[in-house]
């Protein structure tokens, strides 16, 4: 049954791994995040859920977190959340040039031209940073000045033609 | 698992497909939304096209789980849904504009230098596209070859995209050290009160100490955060001794544990228990003032009982450490706007963390008095800097006149907001220019302060086997008023104040006299504070000055209570423990020490050579001579209460219903049961009573239904008392009236096997339904809805107001510093 505890719980949980996804990115800033990303977002909130059902248990009284379906229920909802919160955070992390112009745009009330809006961004921040990431991340690899997609980024890349495929669509242009 | 659950999870793993299938067969069908324009709108219409299918769920899962909360679980599908949906936008839109999936799509087809990748790639040919989609969206518009948005829908993600980073990647990393001692600390606590190892309270002791002085080198020069957490990690050390101890103050004991392991268990449950089943019955509403049943660290501690295997006594003891550092920190947070010093606000944490405001664990009650001050104090220095912060402290205030002893929080409130006020009348003018906050400050408070209204509205059906309450609220003349808070009301007297300079344990120095506490090098520091800095420590002093007498109650020169009864503040005639203003007392004081520090950290710095390293060596010898001073207090006091038996729990239900005022009863219990003419002998003695119509009396008349044996009366224990109520099984022979020991006045509903009948007044105070049938009759009791969940939730509601309003505003200012 879903009960007010059920969202609470979620929402706890979910915080308690953003509380540490901040700590760590402010402390150490990982260089490959995606699989610490998925591991707080992901496991993290499983092996807690695992954890409080089983002390749970112990207790003579019978408890929320004893049942595994309000568990259940609670873990659904903090993967939403998760996956909401990861498929935004590209965005603040790579400081998404469509937010950049929303920004500008909203401090000068009389608009800017394209080129006043181009002068915003450096072929770096358009594309040197985003190759770099991409090397940091393992998915590409560069050999004497050439780049190669890396095993792992070829599944990626193969996944998201599926995908757009599947779908009907040419591929994306970035 | 149940078949049940788990068709509600398959329908709900359907529900969030649904986006995707939808988007599929819409960008199949319609060929207009595979053109590049119109891509994120098929997305859309896709997520649109899904929510029939959350409904059907929601329909589905009413049908499978029948008692059910609806609104929760429509609350759960829409969240679950609508963050699915959000997911899946995401995700189609990052396969559509991101640009590393892009740069990936082109090296999968074969490797390339970087220029080469460049030139395919079209850095500024993505921005165009990237200002196309924009505007095909609506967002922008260009006219005469300049952009302007169209709609500021937009704005509000990037404003939160650009806070998150500004967390996320600040432009300076943050010490990982503190969260480390913390850690270190904690560990360390655990050890030593583990029972492994029989270490004594002196190892605890010196164990703090070292983190303390640990604490202090490392305190960050940047001020952030982090710094709290050095200040709480020697603190959580000495904390530790009362956590793992087997005993609790005596108030503890007999009355705050008892209703805490009650509305634990019910939170477990997932609902608010309407009622106390003790003395015929009461409302939970009726105590939500003097019980502080929704304060947060309380709520922590349900919370934390609900999900764990702990002992209710245990999330007690852990509710109230999170409390005083809950407190901690917002005064922490106070002392760092007063004094802009790490070192001030170091030192002036731990006064209230380890002083009376917290370590003497003083009936939980005191800790109820204070945990609005740091954060009422706090909103009232940001007004100066934002008008906007008038509203969390227009919260707060209500929350405030809604929590424990409200007259108290009155007088402190109404005390230092005419401080500030005369302190900076520009700010007060400044803040009420916008008019509109004037009024949603008004409706802030009205709205935090319903469950004074609630509780108001009731008292006159209401009496305090505590107290004559009852010629309280009706003395009208001061000679009425001394005669009667002679006998009733507590004040300090002058030898707790002397608690701060020669501290006493024992008999004679009770919780109260040991709460006069803050650290003696600390009273050194405040008198170093009005002599450095005059200026700033003349607030604090004058209301250190104002709370002492406060406290000193009837004791105090001039009799400050008689001249508020005269005053006309409401309710005043009813509020009687005066010394707890002493917390408030406390934080005065420990300003006043911070502002010491601040002034001699300041001086400091400016001198030089060998007398500055002299200096600084002082000052910090004596922010740890006042720790010492402090964990030593604490420690001393713990074993003070150790004379205690443990704890046993109490049964707040089944007999006590029964019983005469006990425990949270004691409080407050209906006036009808409280001062009924009725004969002991006459109370009820069974949960169930069957009278037989014969010797029903006439008006007014009493059944005999206390006596052994009296004639054509059945009597039973054989009831359940559940949360809602009460509800038993009987057999009748023939028409028979049905007596329990219910309150009348708990506003009852009662069912006869399923159906609503009237419930009957008995004896004057008691609930009775009568039966007509020959046979077997399922009876059901329940109390019925009388508003207080509504205030409930608009009290949990308010705590979020005010948490949200001030991290955004802490967000927004880090991302300004960022900026």
């Known amino acids: ?174 | 698992m149940l078949p049940s659950q788990l068709y509600f999870i398959a329908g709900l793993t359907a529900a969030c497909c649904a986006p995707f299938v939808a988007h599929l067969i819409l960008t199949r069908v319609f060929k207009r939304y595979a053109a590049e324009d119109e891509r994120q709108s098929g997305c859309l219409a896709g997520c649109a096209f899904g929510v029939p299918a959350a409904v059907a769920v929601f329909f589905a899962g009413r049908s499978l789980f029948p008692g059910g909360d609806p609104f929760s679980l429509a609350v759960y599908i829409t969240l679950v849904y609508g963050l699915a949906a959000y997911t899946y936008f995401h995700f189609f839109n990052i396969s559509e504009t991101s640009r590393r999936i892009r740069l990936l799509t082109l090296l999968s087809r074969g490797g390339m230098d970087g220029r080469e990748l460049a030139a395919r790639y079209d850095p500024w040919g993505a921005l165009g596209r990237r200002l196309g989609r924009l505007s095909g969206l609506g967002e922008l518009k260009e006219r005469e070859g300049r952009f302007s948005l169209a709609r500021r829908r937009l704005l509000v993600c990037a404003r939160a995209v650009f806070i998150l980073r500004s967390v996320l990647f600040p432009l300076e990393r943050t010490d990982w050290k503190p969260l480390a001692v913390l850690v270190l600390a904690a560990a360390g606590a655990g050890v030593c009160n583990s029972g492994i190892f029989p270490f004594p309270a002196s190892v605890v002791f010196l164990l703090s100490v070292v983190i303390c002085a640990v604490s202090l080198v490392l305190l960050d020069r940047r001020d952030g955060a982090s710094n709290f957490l050095l200040a709480a990690a020697p603190v959580v050390i000495v904390f530790s001794c009362f956590l793992f101890s087997p005993y609790l103050p005596s108030g503890d004991i007999d009355f705050h544990v008892p209703m805490f392991s009650y509305m634990a268990e019910h939170f477990s449950a997932g609902r608010v228990c309407p009622w106390i089943a003790s003395a015929g019955g009461i409302r939970t509403g009726f105590v939500h003032i003097s019980d502080f049943l929704t304060v947060p660290h309380r709520l922590t501690g349900y919370f934390l009982y609900t999900m764990t295997g702990m002992g209710a006594e245990f999330a007690y003891r852990l509710q109230f450490i999170l409390g005083v550092l809950f407190i901690g920190f917002g005064w922490w947070l106070v002392l760092k706007k007063l004094t802009g010093s790490r070192y001030a606000a170091f030192f002036g944490a731990l006064m209230v963390m380890l002083g009376g405001n917290g370590m003497t664990f003083h009936q939980e009650q005191a800790l109820a008095t204070q945990y609005l001050a740091p954060w009422f104090v706090l909103s009232l220095m940001k007004v100066r800097d934002d008008r906007s912060f008038i509203l969390p402290a227009a919260a707060i205030a209500g929350l405030g006149l809604s929590t424990h002893q409200p007259q108290l929080q009155m007088i402190a409130m109404v005390l230092t907001g005419v401080v500030f006020a005369a302190v900076s009348p520009a700010t007060v003018r400044a803040a009420w220019r916008v008019r509109w906050f004037g009024a949603a400050a008004v409706c802030l408070i009205v709205l935090a302060a319903l469950p004074s209204a609630y509780l108001l509205h009731h008292l006159p059906s209401l009496v305090s086997p505590m107290r004559e309450m009852d010629d309280l609220l009706a003395c009208t003349t001061l000679q009425q008023y001394d005669v009667l808070t002679g006998q009733q009301i507590a004040s300090a007297p002058r030898r707790y104040l002397e608690q701060y300079f020669m501290p006493r344990f024992g008999a004679e120095s009770g919780a109260d006299c040991c709460a006069f506490f803050v650290g003696r090098p600390a009273l050194v520091m405040a008198a170093a504070g009005v002599a450095l800095n005059f200026r700033a420590a003349l607030v604090p002093v004058f209301l250190a000055a104002c709370f002492m007498v406060l406290t000193l109650g009837l004791n105090s020169p001039g009799m400050v209570p008689r001249a508020l009864f005269l005053a006309g503040v409401p309710y005043i005639n009813v509020f009687r423990q005066w010394y707890h203003f002493f917390p408030l007392l406390n934080f005065c004081l420990s300003a006043a020490a911070a502002i010491g520090v601040a002034a001699a950290a300041a001086r400091i710095s400016r001198a030089a050579g060998g007398r500055r390293t002299v200096a600084a060596g002082c000052l910090a010898l004596a922010m740890l001579l006042n720790f010492v001073d402090l964990a030593h207090y604490a420690l001393s006091y713990t074993s003070v209460f150790a004379a205690n038996n443990r704890y046993v729990p109490p049964a707040v239900n089944g007999p006590l219903l029964l019983a005469g005022p006990d425990g949270p009863t004691e409080l407050f219990i209906y006036r009808s049961r409280g001062r009924a003419p009725v004969p002991d002998e006459l109370w009820p003695v069974a949960l169930i009573s069957l009278v037989d119509r014969a010797v029903v009396p006439g008006d007014g008349g009493m059944l005999p239904l206390g006596v052994e044996g009296a004639a054509g009366i059945t009597r039973s224990f054989d009831a359940a008392v559940t949360a809602e109520g009460l509800s038993c099984s009987v057999e009748i022979p023939g028409p028979r009236l049905l007596v329990t020991p219910l309150n009348y006045d708990l506003r009852l509903k009662a069912f006869v096997d399923g159906s609503p009948v009237p419930v009957h007044r008995v004896n004057g105070f008691l609930a009775g339904v009568e039966l007509e049938k020959q046979g077997r009759h399922a009876v059901k009791f329940a109390l019925a809805e009388d508003g207080y969940n509504f205030i409930l939730t608009v009290q949990y509601l308010m705590y979020v107001f005010v948490a949200v309003f001030l991290l955004a505003k802490y967000l927004e200012g880090r991302h300004a510093d960022g900026v």
């Open chain 1, 1 to 174: 049954m879903i009960t007010p505890l059920v969202i609470i719980s979620a929402i706890t949980v979910f915080s308690l791994s953003f509380a540490a996804h901040v700590y760590i990115w402010k402390v150490f800033r990982p260089a490959r995040q995606a699989v610490l990303l998925a591991a707080l977002f992901f496991a993290m909130p499983a092996l807690v859920f695992f954890a409080l059902f089983f002390w749970a248990r112990q207790g003579a009284v019978e408890r929320f977190a004893a049942s595994a379906s309000n568990l259940l229920y609670a873990l659904i909802l903090d993967y939403v959340l998760a996956g909401g919160y990861l498929l935004s955070y590209p965005a603040a992390q790579a400081s998404s040039p469509s937010l950049r112009v929303v920004l500008a745009l909203s401090s000068t009330p009389d608009g800017m031209t394209g080129d006043q809006l181009r002068a915003l961004f450096s072929e770096k921040e358009l594309f040197w940073d985003h190759l770099a990431r991409l090397e940091q991340e393992g998915l590409v690899v560069n050999t004497g000045g050439r780049w190669t997609a890396s095993p792992r980024g070829l599944r990626a890349a193969g996944f998201f033609a599926r995908y757009r495929s599947l779908l009907g669509l040419p591929e994306g242009n970035g």
